[in-house]
């Protein structure tokens, strides 16, 4: 028998299930007997916790399709962080005897960092134990922040969500002609990729943000309190983006007010936008609010990009062509050929070259303040929102994909 496994890992985004069908499309297509799915991660490995995928895959194109353009993880997701093997070879091998049970011949994850990790230490193993299973990482996460490829599938859509957000929180705010500063949270720990893609939103009569501050450059509460008050002079109302992950130049997290972290070792962040607000009421005679968009940056399928699916897709369909080639411990990656026109390919990068990396904005990238970006970022970023999705919709509301299975009584 032919068959594989298909697992979903980390934080959810509007193309990850568009990844997930390109799997599944492929698969069908090149032959495989049986796609199974595994639920919340690599924890469905280790617990057999897995549903069939291989009728939907082969004989139902509708679903598929509605799959493409389903937000959130369709298969779950976990935060579970694989231990080396030297330290619980039991775990890789309730792992490997799961593989054998059900007569696997590839595994594709898809996720972000910690799951290309997990994608290079499975393959180690299975390298070292003599295992012919062929173990293929497919990118995702909205920080855009995978070493080794252009972009990451689930930015682009993000970055739409973004600079809509920001061009309309400008609207909102310029109905009254009175100072006021309105601070917008964006996603990005340790990248600012996301926070950087709100300059698209800048148009012929608005230059919201006006300011933007990313985890790449030292962030001084001096410097933004004067940064503030410059642009105060010039505009009535003024929009300032701001990555959660803002750092002074000790490296100190400015909303980190503990030092709790995750199963992963990151710490917990507790409000960016939140302590910046504070600190210019204390400060400013003006009108001051912060605005966390939080969870809904992650999987705003309404606004996704058509470019942001169609090429997570594809990636989707390029990994299994890549088990099929025989290639392992690698994940599939976008390659830029041009940004005008626009094109990419698809290619296969070795998965070590990936783990636990950072993929940061380049400093070239930033202005010598801090405070913005440069026209290069916009020439990279503009291309990934390009189109929009034809999602059908019932009663109002649009119709997603069942996930009924995910739902724990």
Request: hydrophobic residues 40%.
């Amino acid at each position: 028998m032919k068959n594989c496994i298909i697992a979903q890992s980390g934080g959810p985004t509007a193309a990850i299930n568009a990844s997930l069908a390109g799997v599944m499309a492929a698969a069908a297509s090149m032959g495989y007997d049986n796609i199974y799915g595994a639920l919340n991660g690599i924890t469905g490995i280790l617990d057999k916790n897995l549903i069939e995928l291989t009728d939907v895959a082969k004989n139902d194109p509708k679903m598929l399709n509605i799959l493409k353009q389903s937000p959130a993880m369709y298969l779950g997701s976990c935060r579970f962080k694989l231990p080396k093997s030297e330290d619980a070879s039991d775990v890789y091998e309730k792992i490997f005897a799961t593989f054998e049970e059900y007569d696997i011949s590839a595994f594709f994850y898809i996720g972000g960092n910690d799951s290309m990790d997990t994608v290079h230490m499975l393959s180690a193993y299975g390298q070292k134990t003599d295992k012919p299973i062929r173990i293929i990482g497919v990118p995702k996460t909205i920080d855009n922040d995978l070493c080794e490829t252009d972009h990451t599938p689930g930015f682009g859509s993000a970055a739409k969500y973004v600079a809509t957000s920001i061009l309309e929180i400008a609207h909102d705010a310029y109905i009254y002609d009175k100072k006021s500063v309105t601070i917008v949270e964006i996603m990005g720990r340790d990248a600012g990729w996301l926070t950087a893609s709100s300059v698209l939103a800048r148009t012929a009569y608005s230059a919201a943000p006006h300011l933007i501050y990313l985890p790449e450059m030292p962030f001084s509460k001096e410097n933004f309190i004067a940064d503030v008050k410059e642009q105060l002079e010039k505009h009535t109302q003024v929009i300032i983006a701001v990555s959660e992950g803002v750092r002074d130049a000790e490296g100190n997290y400015i909303s980190a007010s503990s030092k709790s972290n995750d199963a992963f070792g990151h710490v917990q962040l507790n409000g960016t936008g939140k302590t910046l607000e504070n600190l210019l009421n204390n400060t400013l005679d003006v009108k001051v609010r912060s605005i966390e968009l939080n969870v809904l940056q992650r999987s705003a399928e309404h606004l996704s990009s058509l470019t942001d699916i169609d090429e997570s897709f594809a990636l989707g369909q390029h990994a299994v062509k890549m088990a099929e080639d025989g290639i392992t411990a690698c994940m599939a990656a976008v390659k830029r050929l041009s940004s005008s026109p626009y094109s990419v390919t698809y290619a296969s990068v070795p998965v070590e070259k990936v783990a636990n990396a950072v993929k940061s904005v380049p400093k070239e990238w930033i202005n010598a303040r801090g405070n913005d970006v440069t026209d290069a970022l916009v020439e990279y970023a503009a291309p990934l929102i390009v189109g929009e999705t034809q999602i059908p919709y019932k009663n109002g509301l649009p119709v997603y994909a069942d996930i009924s299975h995910l739902l724990h009584k």
